[in-house]
């Protein structure tokens, strides 16, 4: 059997502008991407070029309005981009992911005034935002957060520390998450924060098992100084504007969880196909055949059931069950898809020759980020079977 080289994903696209637009993308991922991303990987290295080159090209904005500088694209499609920008090189694939969730208080929340003096720079102009919700004591239950922000006349200040920042002291502004009221999660409000605000400071990068390229950071706000015009609606909406970003930012995850999975098959199958053994490739053997084909089925469900869910949110309808379950799929999958890329190249699988250890430490963070997959379920259990009694 000859070497069978992986063929890109045939994409199921609804026009002929978003078909130009994966090409476009294609030929930037082989040109600019995929050639530096295992050597920036394991140095560490994050490539602000390349998320310039994002911003230039209209790719950091393109599920929001085009009079703001957005693509004006459906989630359809923007997720799809997103897939395969993570299979290059997944802290560019999250990263945009993360920038987009960022900017989702200001499109869906701010006034015109504030929509119109922000978004084009945050879209289009070369910036680089960050989401700020989680703390140290506070993860899963986001609501008992304790980072407050305290009117001052026309500004508030914010004092508390966030933690597990992507992109944290680095990024040009934060979508912050603060305390202006009691207890509970109507005591909060979303604030959108300068990178390089005075008493804003991020602590040393988090030293990670995967995706050592993206840094991750604690951010310390020491009387952070924001005026009340970059208060993103209203007074203790914040929560609920936290929860509307995270339904689309879980459909992100997904689609960047698909990506690296179907990076592991392609190379798996790649390395099958070429590799011998008793005088025939290692895929002529069915239990490796077996390993393939389920790799792929997982995978093609995982695309399928993140596209739906896409598909209903372009359509104004809701999806926070189906987003919730497509994370919670998708991550799993691969999870166990990367695992198995690893075994098929047996003891090659181990090192850092072949970049499939590198994937099955990346799937790791993405069963946890937006949401750990125990809340995904309790998140789907609550819309099946109610509230749990108290």
């Given at each position: 059997?000859?070497?069978?080289?992986?063929?890109?994903?045939?994409?199921?696209?609804?026009?002929?502008?978003?078909?130009?637009?994966?090409?476009?993308?294609?030929?930037?991922?082989?040109?600019?991407?995929?050639?530096?991303?295992?050597?920036?990987?394991?140095?560490?290295?994050?490539?602000?070029?390349?998320?310039?080159?994002?911003?230039?090209?209209?790719?950091?904005?393109?599920?929001?309005?085009a009079e703001y500088g957005g693509g004006d694209q459906p989630y359809e499609v923007y997720l799809q981009v997103l897939?395969?920008?993570?299979?290059?090189?997944?802290?560019?694939?999250?990263?945009?992911?993360?920038?987009?969730?960022?900017?989702?208080?200001?499109?869906?929340?701010?006034?015109?005034?504030?929509?119109?003096?922000?978004?084009?720079?945050?879209?289009?102009?070369?910036?680089?935002?960050?989401?700020?919700?989680?703390?140290?004591?506070?993860?899963?239950?986001?609501?008992?957060?304790?980072?407050?922000?305290?009117?001052?006349?026309?500004?508030?200040?914010?004092?508390?520390?966030?933690?597990?920042?992507?992109?944290?002291?680095?990024?040009?502004?934060?979508?912050?998450?603060?305390?202006?009221?009691?207890?509970?999660?109507?005591?909060?409000?979303?604030?959108?924060?300068?990178?390089?605000?005075?008493?804003?400071?991020?602590?040393?990068?988090?030293?990670?098992?995967?995706?050592?390229?993206?840094?991750?950071?604690?951010?310390?706000?020491?009387?952070?100084?924001?005026?009340?015009?970059?208060?993103?609606?209203?007074?203790?909406?914040?929560?609920?504007?936290?929860?509307?970003?995270?339904?689309?930012?879980?459909?992100?995850?997904?689609?960047?969880?698909?990506?690296?999975?179907?990076?592991?098959?392609?190379?798996?199958?790649?390395?099958?196909?070429?590799?011998?053994?008793?005088?025939?490739?290692?895929?002529?053997?069915?239990?490796?055949?077996?390993?393939?084909?389920?790799?792929?089925?997982?995978?093609?469900?995982?695309?399928?059931?993140?596209?739906?869910?896409?598909?209903?949110?372009?359509?104004?309808?809701?999806?926070?069950?189906?987003?919730?379950?497509?994370?919670?799929?998708?991550?799993?999958?691969?999870?166990?898809?990367?695992?198995?890329?690893?075994?098929?190249?047996?003891?090659?699988?181990?090192?850092?020759?072949?970049?499939?250890?590198?994937?099955?430490?990346?799937?790791?963070?993405?069963?946890?980020?937006?949401?750990?997959?125990?809340?995904?379920?309790?998140?789907?259990?609550?819309?099946?079977?109610?509230?749990?009694?108290?």
């Amino acid at each position: 059997m000859p070497d069978r080289a992986p063929q890109p994903v045939e994409r199921q696209l609804p026009t002929e502008e978003s078909r130009d637009l994966l090409a476009l993308v294609r030929d930037m991922i082989q040109r600019d991407i995929a050639p530096q991303a295992a050597a920036e990987e394991d140095a560490g290295h994050f490539p602000r070029p390349v998320f310039s080159l994002l911003s230039e090209s209209g790719l950091l904005g393109l599920p929001y309005d085009a009079e703001y500088g957005g693509g004006d694209q459906p989630y359809e499609v923007y997720l799809q981009v997103l897939e395969e920008l993570a299979a290059a090189r997944l802290t560019v694939g999250l990263g945009v992911s993360v920038h987009s969730l960022a900017c989702h208080a200001l499109a869906g929340y701010g006034t015109k005034e504030q929509r119109r003096e922000h978004l084009p720079a945050m879209l289009g102009g070369g910036l680089l935002g960050a989401y700020c919700l989680s703390e140290p004591a506070s993860g899963s239950d986001a609501a008992s957060l304790s980072t407050k922000a305290v009117r001052d006349g026309d500004d508030w200040i914010i004092t508390g520390t966030k933690a597990w920042i992507t992109h944290g002291g680095i990024a040009d502004f934060y979508t912050v998450l603060a305390r202006t009221g009691g207890e509970g999660a109507r005591g909060i409000s979303a604030f959108l924060v300068p990178g390089d605000a005075a008493g804003l400071t991020a602590a040393l990068p988090e030293k990670k098992m995967g995706m050592k390229g993206s840094p991750t950071a604690q951010l310390h706000f020491d009387g952070v100084r924001v005026a009340d015009s970059r208060r993103l609606g209203e007074e203790g909406q914040g929560f609920a504007i936290a929860l509307s970003a995270l339904d689309s930012g879980r459909l992100g995850i997904a689609a960047c969880a698909i990506g690296v999975a179907q990076a592991s098959l392609d190379e798996a199958l790649s390395y099958a196909t070429g590799r011998q053994q008793f005088g025939r490739p290692i895929a002529d053997f069915q239990g490796l055949r077996f390993m393939l084909a389920d790799m792929a089925t997982q995978i093609e469900a995982g695309r399928a059931l993140y596209l739906a869910a896409a598909r209903l949110r372009d359509a104004g309808r809701p999806f926070s069950r189906q987003a919730a379950m497509a994370k919670l799929f998708c991550t799993d999958a691969a999870m166990r898809v990367t695992t198995d890329a690893v075994q098929v190249l047996g003891g090659y699988g181990y090192t850092l020759d072949f970049p499939v250890e590198r994937f099955m430490r990346e799937a790791k963070v993405l069963q946890i980020v937006e949401g750990t997959n125990q809340i995904q379920r309790m998140v789907i259990a609550r819309h099946l079977a109610g509230p749990e009694s108290r």
